[in-house]
T-cell receptor, first 116, second 119 residues
Framework: NAGVTQTPKFRILKIGQSMTLQCTQD?????MYWYRQDPGMGLKLIYY???????DKGEVPNGYNVSRSTTEDFPLRLELAAPSQTSVYFC???????????????FGNGTRLTVT | AQKITQTQPGMFVQEKEAVTLDCTYD???????LFWYKQPSSGEMIFLIY??????QNATEGRYSLNFQKARKSANLVISASQLGDSAMYFC????????????????FGKGTHLIIQP
């Protein structure tokens, strides 16, 4: 199993450009997440999804959009990139259930994005 | 208020010594999980160990153990017999159960501790 796969690994954007970060998982997990990690900091939740067609905002959603058309895929869209969006982006997934809080998140390897 | 506090930004430890990484948490949720992740310089997030709020015994996974003190809201990670390969960032994280409908909104992370193992 590949687990959680993110593409691209690295990207440089100019201010005002747009891009989509791709995330796919093959573990049949209902829950999926996007986090960002700024230098020297922990991870902050951008958006999450509890299943196909359902998404919700996390702690830092401004400047981003998501969609979830299938269980496997959860792309993150950046519109009008700004230098403040320079960060490492992680996609993650986990199982769904009444005791989901007992389950760890499985992370992709991250996308390092620079906006100049 | 921060939900997860890691008070040690960086630590230097001699190889083969035991290491304790501190983590305190803040929640009123009766059901929660506490997790530790390792992030080596290559950047990936590696799950190490988990402790549930109802667990009576401290969790252990190989050289990793979790010193869970519920009344003090503390969940320290202990690494026994440290190795050079343990050098990395370590993150403590929490997943609340009742507030978020079973943990739907994922993990809340601390800012991490940068551990360096010296030969």
């Amino acid at each position: 199993n590949a687990g959680v796969t993110q593409t691209p690994k690295f990207r440089i954007l100019k201010i005002g450009q747009s891009m989509t970060l791709q995330c796919t998982q093959d573990m049949n997990h209902n829950y999926m997440y996007w986090y960002r990690q700024d230098p020297g900091m922990g991870l902050k939740l951008i958006y999450y999804s509890v299943g196909a067609g359902i998404t919700d905002k996390g702690e830092v959603p401004n400047g981003y959009n998501v969609s979830r058309s299938t269980t496997e895929d959860f792309p993150l869209r950046l519109e009008l990139a700004a230098p403040s969006q320079t960060s490492v982006y992680f996609c993650a997934s986990s199982t769904r259930g009444q005791s989901s809080y007992n389950s760890p998140l499985h992370f992709g390897n991250g996308t390092r994005l620079t906006v100049t | 208020a921060q939900k997860i506090t890691q008070t040690q930004p960086g630590m230097f430890v001699q190889e083969k010594e035991a290491v304790t990484l501190d983590c305190t948490y803040d929640t009123s949720d009766p059901s929660y999980g506490l997790f530790w992740y390792k992030q080596p310089s290559s950047g990936e997030m590696i799950f190490l160990i988990y402790q549930g709020s109802y667990d009576q015994q401290n969790a252990t996974e190989g050289r990793y153990s979790l010193n869970f003190q519920k009344a003090r809201k503390s969940a320290n990670l202990v690494i026994s017999a440290s190795q050079l390969g343990d050098s990395a960032m370590y993150f403590c994280a929490m997943r609340e159960g009742v507030r978020s409908g079973g943990g739907a909104d994922g993990l809340t992370f601390g800012k991490g501790t940068h551990l360096i193992i010296q030969p």
